[in-house]
């Protein structure tokens, strides 16, 4: 059986499903928007052969995409009929597909959560999705947002529009113009990663922790908001967290003190079982040197991924500047300690995320270490009239992960 393992079979990389009526499909057009049943923010469902084996999150390195294995096996969707069937090709299934490679199941030995693969080609921002329809590529196009779902702008349309005889509408479709106007671009280097519903859920939390330090600390919490508005959550790159505190003034940097919170003990309360932290980072590529993703890229995931590094960790980190109310309370190991018995009263609701503190003053670890150009989700505490915030609470892409699911539920 070893043949079987030599053999190549295709690893496709989905943004989301949906219908459309045989006439839809028969008069696409150049500027139609076409939109799928999944939300944003969730992972992207991975094919083999056909079949989801898993989820992932695209992630652009250097100039090639890949995507990050988050988890394996997949949740079903439940079918997605828009009317009654009169005949089998009344309504084709569709999807939109974020790239594909093809590799042999040797070549897949060894791939776990954690697991970087190349989809083997240079990335696009203005074309960076193909629409398939009942399994035949139909057009391509640039991913969208509508409303707070995945689509598809289309920029090419293979083949020419054959109108069928029976009109129908699946409401998957917006034709170019008005309707298709509210999309917006899908940016794949600083992704949307969650949904409005979990931005509102992290501003509650959020204020039950300035709360709770107003009532631990009343004198140098004295004029913190007593909420915190969903205005104040962001989705942005670490980098921009930081330069957000050291840019105050206006001809010199502000030091930025950072308190890391490793999570010492944790259980996925999405999969309902214990998180494992991922092998060592195997990036898969197609035998193409104009394709390969750059050493040094490499280089770096491997060793983040192969370590207790921020890919295979959970931390949060905690931003404030030198000159601000909380300077004081950080300098001291009972402050800090108060400050993080805050926040996990504030999330002990939802999820125990038994914050204690990693590290204090000098240089950063590679046990909490946090790329500059990772996406974070960060909450800005700050009094009212103030230039800036005094506080910022920052949570990585893959602390937050395993909470998304509770994070979006709607109460």
Known sequence: MEGVFRERTQLTVVAGRGYLSSFEV?????GDVVRTSTRAGKPHTILLGGEGVGAGEIVILGDVPAVRIVSLGVERERPLYPGVKVELTEFLPTQVNLGAIRLSFAELRGVAVGTFVSLGREFSSSEDAELVVGGV????????????????????VYGRSVAERTVRSSGYLFRRGAS???????????PDRFSKA?????????????????AALPEDAAGLPDEIEAGAVDQQRYG???ASLRDRGESEELEVRTLFAGIAAERSLSAGRGTRRPRAAVVVEEESPARRI???IVSLLTEMTGSDGMIGGRIVVILSRSSGAFHGILQSESGRDTLLSCLR???KNLADLNLSEQTQDGPVEKSVYVPE????????????????????????FTTLEPYVGILGEVT
């Open 26 to 30: 028969s008069t696409l057009r150049v």
């Open 137 to 156: 590529p139909a057009a391509a196009g640039k991913v969208v947002l509508v409303e707070e779902e995945m689509g598809i702008r289309l920029t090419q």
């Open 180 to 190: 298709a106007a509210r999309s917006v671009d899908y940016d794949f280097r600083t």
């Open 198 to 214: 979990v931005i509102f859920k992290m501003a509650s939390i959020h204020s039950s922790f300035v709360q709770n330090l107003k």
């Open 240 to 242: 921009e967290a930081l």
């Open 294 to 296: 750059p050493r040094d």
């Open 345 to 347: 009263g504030a999330w």
């Open 373 to 396: 150009y990772e996406m974070v989700v960060t909450v800005a505490v700050e009094r009212p009239g103030g230039e800036g915030p005094e506080l910022m609470v920052v949570y990585p």
